[in-house]
């Protein structure tokens, strides 16, 4: 099969350090490749990959991140390959969809919505959802889909779990993972580590404008006093270290989280997590056999629970993170989707948007 995948422009794929996006477009373009199919891949140029790369810019702009003339160039840069291709698969979210959408094309479209929904989004999709299949990446990303949108299926986002080593012996150690901003929760993180009496280590990415504020006016000050260990430039390596050894993984969600990578990884590392229960949080957290789930916001109620993992099992968590997120499962269920596409046993696409899709 001939698959066209189309990456954000702005990072490399796999990232070298945060980047939940690429490694999903990185793994997809790597099994799909190793299953023998012919994947061309639209990336940034410091991008690696087995299937065929191709780039409209030669290096990653992250000080970029949002800029459309850019990605309106590496939309259309990839779009015109699709006249050669079975199945186009794009990971951006406003141009790319909505050149698809717009018609022409002969090649049909996936389209994997990787963000929330926002009001400017919804106006976009409710166009297009009729002309491409949109994907979830959970079933409650998809339950808040806005009224007259279509999500055609849901597929959990997955994971290179061979990339993950579980850690049986856990160290007195609490750790965080995620971008410094409210929807991540790192200051809620500092606060249990501080009540319980234990060292966190904050791994956390620190590169937009936005993300630097949110570290100087409300992590930092949150810190004072506390034993924290601030890592702002974490590699894939050392985030598995450290998840194969902490006591615990926290995720302080202060949003609806579409999905929720961090604690896929975790599950793949043997730690269990304590994650606010909101958007797909109780998708990738099983209550009491991989983690904890607690009440959105409740920091009492997160502080006790870390109390409460001693009958965690790591191969229980490893083996979850297998069965529900690994990258071989996403490539699976994504060919499945393809396939029913490309190849209809009635009109093209029709009995695919008639039945729904397939889910996860």
Known sequence: MRILQIAPPWFPVPPRGYGGIEWIVSSLADGLTDLGHDVTLVANGDSETRAELVSVYDASTPHRLGDVWMEAAHAVAAYLRAADVDVVHDHTG????AIAAAGGLRAPVV???HGPWTRDNTVLYRAISRHVALTAISHDQAGRAPDGVRVSAVVHNGIETDAY???RDREDFLLFVGRASHEKGPEIAVEVARRLGMPLVLAMKVNEPAEH???????RPAMAGADVDLRTAVGHDEKA??????RAVLAPIGWDEPFGLVMAEAAACGAPVV???RGAAPELVFDRVTGRLVAPGDVDAMTEAVGELDGIDPLACRAWAEGRFSARRMVQRYLRIYEEMAWPTS???????ASGGTRS
């Open 165 to 167: 080593t579980v850690g």
């Open 241 to 246: 270290d450290l998840m194969g050894r902490a």
């Open 111 to 113: 389209n994997t919505l």
């Open 347 to 353: 009109a093209p696409s029709a009995r695919f948007f």
């Open 213 to 219: 504020r949110y570290l100087a006016q409300v992590v």
């Open 94 to 97: 406003v141009i790319g969809p």
């Open 275 to 277: 994650a606010f229960r």
